[in-house]
């Protein structure tokens, strides 16, 4: 059982580029959820999953677009990278929403 | 005012000492309410969730949830150097999907 997987564990964009990071749950959750996490700002819910099939935006959802591939598979795409997009980003699952959620490892993403 | 809010710290306790952790939320329709612990260049991890109000024991800790007055706090008695880390206070809002995060409570235990 790997629980929650992402790929890539660090990346390094410059200005303009894109990029797909990938997450992969096998815990046959229902719910799955990206985060992106900056020193003193916490978790800050970009996109979320509810069920398969189903996106809505999170917070900062600007930049960011996603895609629910199965139940098992989230994916986060930024269009065209910006120095702001600096981040740590976590996936996360979930039984169903409002449940405990379980964290990947996370990417560290660096733009310049 | 952030939806949920908690001290930045460092909140530095010694070894075997009680480490109380504060949090404030502003959704009074708030429901589900979570504690993770995240070691520096992890992931977080659960350790607590608490629905009603009242004290919640697991072990050496401690949930407390007031939602009158819209806070949780959790309770660490006999603090281990194993206990440094941050602490995340995660609030389900009133619509029932999503999590809001705190911004964490670092966490030092002195041996």
């Known amino acids: 059982n790997a629980g929650v997987t992402q790929t890539p564990k660090f990346q390094v964009l410059k200005t303009g580029q894109s990029m797909t990071l990938q997450c992969a749950q096998d815990m046959n959750h229902n719910s799955m959820y990206w985060y992106r996490q900056d020193p003193g700002m916490g978790l800050r819910l970009i996109y979320y999953?509810?069920?398969?099939?189903?996106?809505d935006k999170g917070e900062v959802p600007n930049g960011y677009n996603v895609s629910r591939l199965n139940k098992r598979e989230f994916s986060l795409r930024l269009e065209s990278a910006a120095p702001s997009q600096t981040s740590v980003y976590f996936c996360?699952?979930?039984?169903?929403?409002?449940?405990?959620?379980?964290f990947g490892p996370g990417t560290r993403l660096l733009v310049l | 005012q952030k939806e949920v809010e908690q001290n930045s710290g460092p909140l530095s306790v010694p070894e075997g000492a009680i480490a109380s952790l504060n949090c404030t939320y502003s959704?009074?329709?708030?429901?589900?309410f979570f504690w993770y612990r995240q070691y520096s260049g992890k992931s977080p991890e659960l350790i607590m969730f608490?629905?009603?109000?009242g004290d919640k024991e697991d072990g050496r800790f401690t949930a407390q949830l007031n939602k009158a007055s819209q806070y949780v706090s959790l309770l660490i008695r006999d603090s281990q150097p194993s206990d440094s880390a941050t602490y995340l206070c995660?609030?389900?809002?009133?619509?029932?999907?999503?999590?809001?995060f705190g911004a964490g409570t670092r966490l030092f235990v002195k041996a």
């Open positions: 959704d009074r329709g708030s429901q589900s």
């Open positions: 608490i629905y009603s109000n």
């Open positions: 995660a609030v389900l809002n009133t619509g029932g999907f999503k999590t809001i």
């Open positions: 996360a699952s979930s039984d169903s929403p409002g449940e405990t959620q379980y």
């Open positions: 999953s509810a069920s398969e099939g189903t996106t």
